[in-house]
């Protein structure tokens, strides 16, 4: 009941289903059939007339169409009305022998009136009493409502749901970049102006995006030209040390510069659309490269798994966190394996781990652990957002928690292929 629509629907069944009660309540209150025993009286008054004119002037009686017998009528007995009638008579000091029948099953009661000369006097009277199967009438009744109510209900739910349903998928389909598609601006006002709203946030981002896109691209750019003329009046420092230690700021600022537009065209998407790979083939080979160029890489299980992604982008993200762990930990091992339909890599080191404090900060862009670091490691702490922006891109998840007694692990899952998955089931 936590959707929109559901609440909706269940809202407009009870206020149906309450407004029909109500009104089959005053219904039947006006419309009931009338209590037997207060009719009781004007009956007997009749029966009375009947059997005394039957009684006096039989020939007559039969002329006008009355029906004398020489036995009761037949049928199942009625003793409730039977005694009603008795004891109405009697009170009115008439004490004639008579039964009540029903001949047929029907709503139409037979009266054997028992004359002196030992006939008897039939006549019909109709049934006042609430019919029998009148429980399977009111339950037909409240069923048909309940189902006419549900019907009416849902299609009213569906129908104001219906472009709540379209806000919703056009969300759902904000690209990469954080930028919402256009959406149309129609259907109920309050659609209309949340629409509206929505394509006018669309622009505002995308503007930003843009703005952002150039301001970072002209300043690396912009930053080459003095950063080269530094370069070079740095050669000619005569002193060694200060020779090397500027050329070591600058080559920091060129990594600074080029993580920068690296993580700004990551973040606004790019690169080839998604394709199926293998991911455990992708992980020997990253392993086998920074093998090459003497990083402690460690492969452990690495089950047969296939995604879908883009394999350059996937692969400088996967690159950037074995490098990550390999350079901070002293060494990293590579696991894969399927989780449900995810595969799961997992990545370990011996590393002395970040502190708990600081764990929520690792994916912010020139993130440092030990600050004092970036002075003995290379880089400019952009690679874990860059690998943060690919990996959710193609739908997947990284997180990094710290092991015990040291080290560090960071779990990337992604979503296997289809057909991977139907195979790993068969």
């Known amino acids: 009941m936590k959707s929109l629509r559901a609440r909706m629907a ?122 029998e199967d009148g429980w399977k009438i009111f339950t037909v009744w409240i069923a048909m409502i309940v189902i006419g109510a549900m019907a009416v209900s849902l299609w009213a739910a569906r129908s104001l749901g219906r472009p709540l349903e379209l806000l919703e998928a056009a969300t759902s389909q904000i690209g990469a970049d954080g930028i919402l598609p256009h959406m149309a601006e129609s259907g109920p006002a309050e659609i209309r102006a949340t629409a509206r709203a929505l394509n006018h946030l ?46 070591i700021d600058l080559h920091e600022l060129d990594l600074i510069a080029d993580s920068a537009i690296r993580l700004v065209r990551e973040e606004a998407a790019g690169g080839e659309a998604p394709r199926p790979l293998r991911l455990d083939v992708l992980i020997s080979d990253i392993a086998a490269e920074l093998t090459e160029t003497r990083h402690n890489i460690a492969v452990g299980d690495l089950a047969p798994l296939e995604v879908r992604a883009d394999p350059l982008a996937l692969k400088r993200a996967l690159r950037n966190l074995i490098v990550n762990a390999a350079t901070h930990g002293g060494g990293a091992s590579v696991n894969l394996m399927q989780q449900g339909r995810q595969a799961v890599l997992s990545i370990r080191d011996d590393g002395p781990g970040i502190p708990e404090a600081l764990l929520g900060q690792v994916f912010e862009p020139f993130f440092r652990a030990d600050p004092a670091r970036r002075k003995t490691i290379p880089g400019a702490g952009l ?43 068969g």
């Open 383 to 425: 690679g874990l957002a860059i690998a943060r922006e690919i990996i959710e891109r193609f739908g997947g998840r990284i997180t990094i928690a710290n092991l015990q007694p040291r080290g560090l692990v960071q779990h990337i899952t992604l979503e296997c292929a289809a057909d991977m998955v139907h195979r790993q089931e």
């Open 202 to 247: 669309s622009d505002q981002v995308r503007s930003a995006m843009d703005s952002r896109m150039r301001l970072i691209a002209a300043a690396g750019h912009d930053l080459r030209t003095p950063m080269t003329r530094m370069r070079l009046r740095a050669e000619f420092i005569e002193d060694d040390d200060d020779r090397a230690k500027w050329l």
């Open 10 to 131: 269940a809202l407009l069944i009870v206020a149906i289903l309450t407004v029909v009660g109500l009104a089959t309540l005053a219904a039947s209150r006006a419309l009931q059939h009338p209590d037997p025993e207060g009719g009781i009286d004007a009956v007997a008054g009749q029966i009375r007339l009947i059997a005394t004119l039957a009684q006096d002037m039989p020939e007559q009686m039969v002329a006008a169409g009355a029906v004398i017998s020489e036995s009761p009528a037949s049928g199942e007995q009625v003793p409730r009305t039977t005694e009603l009638l008795s004891n109405a008579l009697a009170e009115m000091g008439l004490g004639i022998p008579l039964t009540v029948s029903r001949p047929d099953g029907g709503r139409v009661l037979t009266i054997s009136i028992e004359l002196e000369d030992a006939r008897w006097l039939l006549a019909e009277m109709p049934d006042l009493s609430p019919p």
